[in-house]
Structure formats: structure tokens, C-alpha cells
């Protein structure tokens, strides 16, 4: 589970999050949910201790990522908004690179990383250099590399961005396998289809607060709105 | 954990994935096949000038006023070319030209100064040599025909030379040697400079710039480890790149003609092993700058261009070990570039090793490397880095 509690970032004079609070909960997909520039990546970059708050904690299954942010970092798999892979390796290479960074080895890492492999039909590719990747095939890569180490918790930052609709759905089905076995997913997002297909809670944030939260149906509800989107965009005009 | 957490890991992907660069394998390669081919061209090409042991052409005008003269330069072992006419400003394949006039044996004679005119072209090194050359035989046959002349008046001889310098050089090698050698210790030293740099960006700002640096630093890595990762690849980088000059750059050497330019360079297989052994210290120290330099950088185009211009510091510390006459003062005898070139150099003209200063050297680069690193990894954690992604 990740808790955000009264989470308070600055840069200069731009307030980025402004006293977020939620939590995602194990065996639920939680999604933020906002504009472009609303606070989304500074949040989960502080819930992976990339950034300092100013005010405010996360804990990452009870543990504070500032005052242990390795013990933290070791329950969590993070797909960042750009894949940053590295061209001259294979897709192999980069998920047992990752995989080794969190202690693995061995065959336990190379069953881990073919079980992976073969749930994102990655066969193909998964001894080829990434250089020339298709963004497809670059998210199978960046997922693939989140899940090596079987974390409880997963955070991730528009995963489908410039994603085909393949992808998209192999993509779904994964979270949803990871979900039913009890994992916290935390993920950005600001395509409403996605988010009201995906999430079992959302967190609306509007210029670094938190201006709703709830189910997408709960959302709906609330806001008296017709759809997720109407309901949006009510709460981000009303903040 | 302790606080290296990453680094092996880190190390081999990145040394993997540096391997697989084109770029990175091609400036250390480069640097080390092509400089010693440069400099194989250059020992060459220094060969070929001509030296103060060779025969000097000197073209002499009115030789038949002072054959006695040219009798003497003839046998001295200058090739004398008699020509006639007026002397121009063409030398016309000789190094150097004596004007003598007529009456010179007449002033002789008569105890007058009796004048001569040596032309020579200073922006031949041949030409500066020879005249100089020439300049002394002519005085010596001066004061030959003064000590004659005093001797026929019943006066000592000596009274023409009432002083005698005896000029003996104490160097264990000749001028050519240390010229020579000067050249090496420039090769050696840049290299790990040259092996290391692309090595070093690309691991730190190249990383940054792919966006890759973000996903490592969100794994439970400690930064000294992923420091000390990059920074061991650069470094190893540098240490065989360097390694490679040393030993390729001594193969070459065995085919320029050293022995014609009466150059004998103590360069057996130890002496080419510890050149190596001592420049690595040197290499982990420049992989460690240039690790900081890229971290600090805000792009790769920007790490390449502080970095390259870096590679001139050890240009400008050579330079001032040069102009002050080839000694080195006590405190840039234990520093690294400096502290190198000292032992490099004694190691390469006497084939000797002071082990005292070879380990303080070693210790100082070791201990520079550390600070470097130190720095870089204070960064590693500071958001303006990410901010840099």
C-alpha cells in the first residue's frame, strides 16, 4: 500500500502538489487523475524518493521513503513516462539488469524474467537490442523490467501514452493479473477511457491539490455530471 | 546494505553496453593505434633532419685568398664547395656560406684583423648548427695563427688562449633522447584523457539525456555504487586504452630509426609494463574528473565540450614542466600529470624508478579520484538532476 499524506512540493515559486492525500491500497488499481501539468509525475516521483517534499510523507508499506527510501524502493516497480531504455542492450539485458539491482540472480531471476516474457508474448524480441523499438514494444520492456523483482507495489506513470490499442489491452490484462494477486497499483493518467476501464479509485488533482476522489462511478455521482470526463472537468473548474 | 549497493551490477551492464558503443570503443582505440603512428611519423621525420654529426655543405666564396682556412674547414670535415662570383642570399644546397676577401692573408700578415663573412639561414636548424660549427673552426684557426705568430717573436703560445673552456656534458642521454622522450611522455599522458572521455559521458550525461537515469535511480542503489559503477568502466577504459598506447607505441617505436638519430631508450618489456602500471592511478584519477564534469554538465554537448577542454589542463602542466628546464618542483613531483611525467620521464631516458615517489603519486591520483567521486555522488541525489532529464 502507498500513502500519501499532506505531500508538499515546491519549485521556486511554482507550488507542484499542494497538500496531496490518498492512499492506494493493495489489491486495487488507483489512478491520478489530471491535466498536463497538475502535479501527477512530481507526486509519484516523491513516492519513489526521486524528490524531496517540502511538507508531508509517503509510505510505501509502512516504510518512509525519505527515512529508508532503498527498503521502500525494493517494494515498488516503476514504469516512468519515458521508457529510458538503453539502445545497445537486448530486452533481456535490461530486465535482468534490473532484476540484479533488487538482489536477484540466478535461475529464480531467469525463470522470473522468462515467465514475464512470455505473459507479454515477448518472445520475439526478447533477445534483440532495443534500438528501433516500436513504442510497443518499448512499454512491453519498461513493464517487464517494473515486474522483475514481484513487487507488491507498482507505480506508473501514463503507461499508455502513445500506446496502440494491442498494447493497450495487453497492457489492461497485466494490471488486472497483478490486481487480483493482491498488489497496490498506482498510476497517472488522463485519458478517461482508460482510467473508468481500469481503476477501482481515482484521485482528481487540479494544479497540486486533491479536488476529488472516489470511484469513476462515485465521481459520476457525486459531481452530477453524465460521464467521468463531465465529472472532471467540473472538479477541476470548481478548484 | 552496505554502501556500494549496484555497483558490481551496474558496472557490467554499463561495460556491456560501453563495449557495444561504437563511440566509446572507437576514441580509445583511436587515440591508442593512431597516436603511436603519429608519433612513429614524427621520430621519423626527426630522423631525417639533419643533425650536428652529419656533413655540413659549406659553400665558400674566394677560397683561393685563404686556402690555408679552407684547407682546415675541409678537414674538420665540412664539405667545402668552392664557388666564385659575389655571394647572394641563395645558399643553393649548402648549409652555410663563407665570404672571404682578398687580402686576407695579406692582413693576416700584416697583424691586422683580417674579416670573413659566414652567411647563415636560422630558419634551417642545419643551417644554425653548421654556421656555429664553422664559426669555432674559423676562431680556432685564428688562434692558431696568433700562437704562431707569438711563438716567431719569442712569446708563449698561450698568451693568444689565455683561457680554456673544456665543455663536457654530464646528461646519461643526449638532447635528441630527452627530445625524444618529451614527445612519449605527451602521448602517454593525454591518452588516458582521450581513452576515458567518451566513455565517461556517455555512462553519466548520455544516460541522463536517454532517460535512463531516472528508471536506475528509482532502484535500491546506494549513489556511491552507481558512481562508482560508471566511473569503474570509464577508468577501465582509460587504464587499457593507455595501456595499449604504451605497448603499441613501443612496437612502433622498433621500426623508427632511432639508432640513426643515436637514440637508445631503455624500452624492454618491464620498462613498457611499468609505464602502464604507473599510468593507471593516472587513468582511475581522469575517468574520476571526468565522471564529475559530465554529472555537473547540463547536457552531453555540454559534458563534451568541458571535457575536452579539460584535456588541455595536462598540455598546460607539461608545458610548465618543459619551459622551466625539465625539473619538476616538489609538490608537482607528487601530483598526478606532473608527478607522472617526472617518473615517466626518468624511467624512460635512465630506465630507473624512484618507489617513493611512484607511491606517492599514486596515492595523490588515488586520493584525487576519491575526492572526484565523493562529489559526483553528493549529486547523484540532488533533484536539479532530475530535473535535468
Known amino acids: 500500500m502507498i500513502e500519501v499524506e499532506d505531500l508538499q512540493k515546491r519549485f521556486g515559486k511554482v507550488v507542484a502538489v499542494d497538500g496531496a492525500r490518498f492512499a492506494a491500497k493493495d489489491g486495487a488499481i488507483t489512478t491520478l487523475l489530471g491535466a498536463n501539468g497538475s502535479g501527477k509525475t512530481t507526486t509519484l516521483s516523491a513516492a519513489m524518493a526521486l524528490l524531496k517534499p517540502d511538507a508531508g510523507t509517503v509510505r510505501v508499506d509502512g516504510i518512509d521513503v525519505r527515512a529508508d527510501a532503498k527498503g521502500a524502493r525494493r517494494r515498488i516497480g516503476w514504469f516512468p513516462d519515458a521508457f529510458g531504455l538503453y539502445p545497445r542492450l537486448t530486452a533481456r539485458e535490461h530486465v535482468r539488469y534490473f532484476g540484479q539491482l533488487h538482489g536477484k540472480k540466478g535461475p529464480e531471476l531467469e525463470g522470473a524474467i522468462q515467465a514475464i516474457f512470455d505473459e507479454l508474448d515477448m518472445g520475439e524480441i526478447a533477445d534483440r537490442r532495443t534500438e528501433g523499438f516500436s513504442t510497443g514494444q518499448r512499454m512491453k520492456v519498461a513493464l517487464a523490467r517494473a515486474m522483475v523483482h514481484s513487487p507488491q507495489n507498482l507505480i506508473l506513470d501514463e503507461p499508455t501514452r502513445g500506446l496502440d490499442i494491442m498494447s493497450v489491452r495487453l497492457l489492461r490484462a497485466t494490471l488486472r493479473r497483478l490486481r487480483s494477486e493482491g498488489r497496490a497499483i498506482l498510476m497517472s493518467s488522463h485519458v478517461m477511457a482508460e482510467v473508468e476501464d481500469l481503476s477501482d479509485h481515482v484521485v482528481v488533482i487540479s494544479a497540486g491539490r486533491v479536488v476529488g476522489t472516489g470511484t469513476p462511478a462515485e465521481l459520476v455521482a457525486e459531481t452530477g455530471a453524465p460521464n467521468l470526463e463531465e465529472a472532471f472537468v467540473t472538479l477541476a473548474v470548481q478548484s | ?389
Open chain 2, 1 to 389: 546494505m552496505n554502501g556500494l549497493a549496484g555497483f558490481g551490477t551496474i558496472f557490467r551492464t554499463t561495460l556491456v553496453d560501453q563495449m557495444r558503443d561504437r563511440r566509446s570503443m572507437g576514441a580509445a582505440l583511436i587515440y591508442a593505434l593512431l597516436g603511436p603512428v603519429v608519433m612513429l611519423l614524427a621520430f621519423t621525420a626527426l630522423a631525417n633532419m639533419r643533425d650536428d654529426s652529419e656533413t655540413l655543405t659549406l659553400a665558400v666564396h674566394g677560397a683561393e685568398h685563404a686556402p690555408a682556412l679552407v684547407q682546415q674547414l675541409g678537414a674538420s670535415g665540412a664539405q667545402i664547395e668552392r664557388r666564385s662570383g659575389p655571394a647572394g642570399d641563395e645558399f643553393r644546397g649548402a648549409d652555410a656560406v663563407l665570404v672571404i676577401p682578398q687580402g686576407f692573408e695579406r692582413s693576416i700578415a700584416a697583424g691586422q684583423p683580417a674579416r670573413v663573412q659566414l652567411l647563415r639561414d636560422d630558419r634551417k636548424q642545419s643551417s644554425t648548427i653548421g654556421a656555429g660549427g664553422i664559426a669555432e673552426q674559423i676562431e680556432t684557426y685564428g688562434r692558431a695563427v696568433a700562437a704562431r705568430s707569438l711563438t716567431q717573436r719569442g712569446l708563449p703560445a698561450a698568451l693568444a688562449a689565455p683561457v680554456t673552456v673544456e665543455a663536457r656534458n654530464v646528461a646519461p642521454v643526449t638532447g635528441r633522447s630527452l627530445m625524444i622522450v618529451g614527445m612519449m611522455l605527451y602521448f602517454f599522458i593525454l591518452a588516458p584523457f582521450f581513452t576515458s572521455m567518451t566513455a565517461a559521458i556517455d555512462a553519466t550525461a548520455g544516460e541522463r539525456e536517454r532517460q535512463s537515469l531516472k528508471p536506475l535511480l528509482a532502484q535500491p542503489i546506494d549513489p556511491a555504487g552507481l558512481i562508482g559503477g560508471k566511473w569503474a568502466v570509464a577508468a577501465l577504459f582509460g587504464a587499457f586504452g593507455t595501456a595499449v598506447t604504451v605497448f603499441f607505441s613501443v612496437f612502433l617505436i622498433g621500426f623508427a630509426p632511432l639508432d640513426r638519430l643515436g637514440v637508445d631508450l631503455p624500452l624492454t618489456l618491464a620498462h613498457q609494463i611499468g609505464l602502464a602500471l604507473l599510468l593507471a592511478p593516472l587513468a582511475l584519477a581522469v575517468a574520476a574528473v571526468q565522471v564529475l564534469v559530465a554529472m555537473l554538465a547540463k547536457s552531453f554537448k555540454e559534458a563534451q565540450t568541458y571535457i575536452q577542454l579539460l584535456s588541455l589542463a595536462p598540455v598546460a602542466l607539461l608545458f610548465n614542466s618543459t619551459f622551466s628546464g625539465g625539473e619538476t618542483g616538489s609538490i608537482g613531483k607528487i601530483m598526478p600529470v606532473t608527478g607522472h611525467s617526472d617518473l615517466l620521464r626518468r624511467l624512460l631516458t635512465e630506465g630507473t624508478l624512484d618507489p617513493k615517489q611512484a607511491a606517492l603519486v599514486t596515492a595523490t591520483s588515488l586520493l584525487f579520484a576519491l575526492l572526484c567521486l565523493a562529489m559526483s555522488q553528493r549529486h547523484v541525489g540532488d533533484e536539479k538532476l532530475l530535473g535535468k532529464l
